[in-house]
């Protein structure tokens, strides 16, 4: 048993920690990458909530009595939209666009599971804790899925470009699958008839 004594007790001398601990190791560029990619992400997500409502709000209906429950149903699921993390949006982006009639899409399961894929990284780049960088400029991120899986891929800049430039993709073929179908993306300015008229 340690004597009271025999303690030697510390605190972090805040005042001469370096500037911008604790992430000074890494290069500026590092950091406005790792934070355009994760931007990127966030856009992503905004682009499959406005996607499930273009898809849902154009959705054709045989009676009467099927669009009274789905319009019953409608408002939850644009709040999930709204809520939801990357991998549940992904899969109620599939749902909205195989349930309507007019979906243009072919290949909405490999564009879902891509978009699911790519939110593997997200959580990674997100909620890991970056080491610091090796001489090439690489770091490991300290993280570990719900898996118990460790993530053992060092990053770096261009690794980070790779992500983004990919995640960029993903939004822009999300956004035509709406414009494909002759509708202007919502919130946007471009081609396509209108899916909610202002007037209303």
Excluded at 72 to 86: F, G, K, N, Q, Y
Excluded at 102 to 113: P, Q, R, W
Excluded at 174 to 188: C, E, L, R, S, Y
Aim: hydrophobic share 40%; proline share 6%; glycine share 6%.
């Amino acid at each position: 048993m340690i004597e009271d004594e025999d303690v030697n007790r510390a605190i972090i001398d805040r005042d001469n920690l370096p500037p911008k601990w604790p992430t000074h190791r890494h290069s500026p560029e590092f950091w406005e990458q790792l934070g355009r990619t994760v931007a990127t992400y966030g856009f992503l997500e905004e682009v499959l909530g406005k996607a499930i409502f273009a898809f849902t709000a154009t959705r054709p209906f045989e009676t009467s009595a099927e669009a009274q429950e789905a319009y019953a149903s409608w408002l939850p699921t644009l709040e999930r939209a709204l809520t939801d993390t990357l991998k549940p949006l992904a899969e109620a982006y599939g749902k909205a666009v195989r349930d309507n009639a007019k979906s243009t899409t072919e290949n909405v399961d490999e564009l879902v599971a891509a978009i699911k894929e790519a939110s593997e990284i997200r959580n990674v780049i997100c909620h890991g804790s970056w080491r610091m960088p090796d001489r090439e400029g690489r770091s490991l991120p300290l993280f570990v899925n719900k898996r118990k899986e460790i993530f053992g891929t060092p990053i770096d800049v261009a690794y980070l470009h790779q992500v983004q430039s990919h995640v960029a993709e993903l939004a822009a073929t999300v956004i035509d699958t709406v414009t494909h179908m002759g509708f202007q993306f919502p919130g946007g300015a471009g081609p396509g008839k209108r899916i909610w008229p202002d007037n209303l």
